[in-house]
């Protein structure tokens, strides 16, 4: 359970230059397992993950402004930090993470 003053963190492994935007599937990195965020924009001065931040927020069904880099600004590998999650947010990404084949 969350609550509204503890940011939910969330790991990710970022696809740049995909051919289509989709969130959905597993990758067990550095941070555990990671939900993938495949992205059309190209890993250059931070398009790819201005464009997973922007695609993570989507998926979660929360305001792009809500969602921040923590960490890996340089790697595929990301934390994001989820400000004020609601309850109903860790189950929405485990089904993400875990209930899609990737």
Same mark, same amino acid.
């Given at each position: 359970?969350?609550?509204?003053?503890?940011?939910?963190?969330?790991?990710? !492994?970022? &696809?740049?230059?995909?051919? *289509?935007?989709?969130?959905?599937? !597993?990758?067990?990195?550095?941070?555990?397992?990671?939900?993938?965020? @495949?992205?059309?924009?190209?890993?250059? $001065?931070?398009?790819?993950?201005?464009? %997973? *931040?922007? @695609? =993570?927020?989507?998926? =979660?069904? +929360?305001?792009? %402004?809500? +969602?921040?880099?923590?960490?890996? %600004? %340089?790697?595929?590998? &990301? =934390?994001?930090? +989820?400000?004020?999650? $609601?309850?109903?947010?860790?189950?929405?990404?485990?089904?993400? !993470? $875990?209930?899609?084949?990737?």
């Amino acid at each position: 359970m969350t609550t509204a003053d503890t940011p939910l963190t969330v790991a990710v !492994r970022v &696809k740049p230059g995909a051919a *289509r935007a989709r969130v959905g599937g !597993r990758f067990d990195g550095p941070y555990g397992p990671a939900v993938v965020v @495949a992205v059309h924009a190209p890993a250059v $001065d931070g398009r790819a993950t201005e464009a %997973a *931040r922007r @695609a =993570l927020a989507d998926a =979660l069904g +929360v305001r792009p %402004a809500v +969602v921040s880099l923590r960490s890996g %600004a %340089a790697s595929r590998d &990301k =934390l994001f930090l +989820v400000e004020r999650p $609601d309850d109903r947010l860790p189950e929405v990404l485990r089904r993400l !993470r $875990d209930g899609s084949a990737e």
